[in-house]
C-alpha cells in the first residue's frame, strides 16, 4: 500500500495518514484493562426513558430496571439465584470463538439503568404488581419496557464500536484491515438499527402520552410453564420459517423495516410470549406469524427465533444443563449467526424440538386477522 503521509487514511477515519495508521503495527496494543472497561461502560449510561415533557416528574435517581420481570419471570426459572445468559454486543473482534451462555444472578440479569425510580415503578406497575392479563395496556407495557431498553443498548455501545477501532494497535497490516472493517460495518449497523428505534420510539411514546394503544397489535402465545429461554427485544428481521425472506433490509435510513417486539415472560406460573408490532409494519409479521401457527411446536420456533436474532436472553438454568453437547452447540451454532456469523436464510428450519412447552391459548390483540 502506498499512501503519502498527508492523504486521507485508508480506514475511513478522515485523518491524515500520518495521524491514524501509518506505523500502527508497531504502536503499543490497547491493554486488556482498558478493552474491559469500555465494553462495561455500558453500564455507565444512565437516563430517563420517558417522553421529554415528563422529565420534569424523574426522580433524581436512576434505578436498575429489569427489561424481563425479576420477581415473577427470573425467578420462575432460577436456580439458587442465577440463570444462563448470553451477551451478543460484547464483541470481542479479534476472536472468532462462539460465544457460551454464562451464569448470571437475577439481580442483575437483565438490568439496564433507562428509568428513573418514580417512572419505573408509576409506568410499570399494572405488570409488575398485578397478573399479566392479555389487556391492549398490559402488552403496550410490555412492549414498550422493550424498545426502551433495545434503544438504550444501542446508544450504550455506540462508543464501543468508535473505540473498537483503536484495537488494531500493535497488529500486522491485514489484521488492521479486517479490525477496521468489523468495526465500520457493526458501527454503522448499529447506527441504522438506532435510527429505527427512535422512529418507533416516537410513534410508542406518542401511544404512552394518549393513552390511545390501537396501532400497536399484538399477538399473545400462552404456554403451559415459563419459557425455557426468556427475552425482551426489539428486531428487524428477514428470515421466516420457510427459509425464504420476508423483507430485505436496506442501508437506506429512511427505509425503516418492519420490526417485531419479542417478550417472553412468567406470570402467575405460567408461560407468555408477546409478539407485537406497529400497524404499518404488518406485511412482514402477518406472514411471519401464520408461518410460526403451521410449525410443529410453537414455543421451540419462538425458542428458535430468538437464540437466532436476539442477544438479550435469560436461560433457565435446569433446562440449558439437561441439553446434551451437541444439543447445547446447535444452540450455540444459532446463537452465533447474526453475532459473529452471517445469519443464513435457513437458520429457523429444521431445528431439533429443544423446548417443546405446550400451548394453552394465543390471543389476538389488535385489528388484524390471520
Ligand atoms: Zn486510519
Ligand atoms: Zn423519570
Not at 449510561?45 to 415533557?53: D, G, H, M, Q, T
Not at 451478543?88 to 479479534?94: A, C, M, R
Request: with cysteine; hydrophobic share 35%; aromatic share 10%.
Amino acid at each position: 500500500m502506498k499512501l503519502g503521509r498527508n492523504e486521507p487514511c485508508w480506514c475511513g477515519s478522515s485523518r491524515k495518514y500520518k495521524h491514524c495508521h501509518l506505523g500502527r503495527e508497531k504502536q503499543s496494543p490497547v491493554d486488556k484493562g482498558t478493552i474491559k472497561k469500555e465494553l462495561n461502560s455500558f453500564n455507565s449510561k444512565k437516563y430517563c426513558s420517558v417522553p421529554e415533557s415528563q422529565k420534569t416528574d424523574c426522580s433524581k435517581k436512576i434505578i436498575k430496571a429489569h427489561s424481563v420481570s425479576k420477581s415473577s419471570s427470573l425467578k420462575a426459572i432460577a436456580v439458587d439465584g442465577h440463570v444462563y445468559s448470553t451477551f451478543k454486543t460484547n464483541h470481542d473482534f479479534s476472536s472468532s470463538k462462539r460465544v457460551r451462555p454464562k451464569k448470571v444472578g437475577i439481580n442483575q440479569a437483565s438490568v439496564f439503568t433507562g428509568f428513573c425510580s418514580n417512572h419505573d415503578k408509576q409506568i410499570f406497575a399494572p405488570i409488575e404488581d398485578y397478573a399479566f392479563d392479555t389487556s391492549d395496556v398490559h402488552c403496550f407495557l410490555v412492549a414498550y419496557r422493550s424498545l426502551c431498553r433495545e434503544l438504550f443498548v444501542k446508544e450504550s455501545v455506540a462508543n464501543t464500536f468508535s473505540f473498537a477501532r483503536e484495537l488494531d494497535k500493535g497488529k500486522a497490516l491485514s489484521e488492521q484491515i479486517m479490525i477496521q472493517k468489523m468495526a465500520k460495518y457493526y458501527g454503522s449497523n448499529n447506527d441504522l438499527t438506532m435510527g429505527d428505534l427512535r422512529y418507533l420510539k416516537q410513534k410508542l411514546d406518542n401511544m404512552f402520552l394518549c393513552k390511545e394503544y390501537g396501532d400497536l397489535h399484538h399477538f399473545v402465545i400462552e404456554l403451559e410453564s415459563p419459557p425455557k429461554a426468556m427475552t425482551s427485544a426489539v428486531v428487524g428481521y428477514t428470515v421466516g420459517f420457510d427459509g425464504e425472506l420476508l423483507q430485505t433490509i436496506s442501508n437506506d435510513p429512511k427505509n425503516i423495516p418492519d420490526y417485531v417486539f419479542i417478550n417472553s415472560f412468567s406470570s402467575d406460573g405460567r408461560g407468555y410470549t408477546v409478539l407485537s408490532w406497529l400497524e404499518e409494519h404488518s406485511v412482514s409479521n402477518l406472514k411471519f406469524l401464520k408461518q410460526l401457527q403451521s410449525t410443529e411446536s410453537i414455543s421451540n420456533s419462538l425458542s428458535t427465533f430468538t437464540f437466532a436474532m436476539v442477544e438479550n436472553i435469560y436461560l433457565s438454568p435446569l433446562w440449558w444443563e439437561s441439553l446434551n453437547e451437541s444439543q447445547q452447540e446447535k444452540v450455540c451454532e444459532i446463537y452465533a449467526q447474526g453475532a459473529m456469523e452471517h445469519t443464513k436464510n435457513t437458520v429457523l428450519m429444521d431445528v431439533p424440538i429443544l423446548d417443546d412447552n405446550p400451548l394453552i391459548h394465543v390471543t389476538i390483540v389488535g385489528r388484524f386477522t390471520l
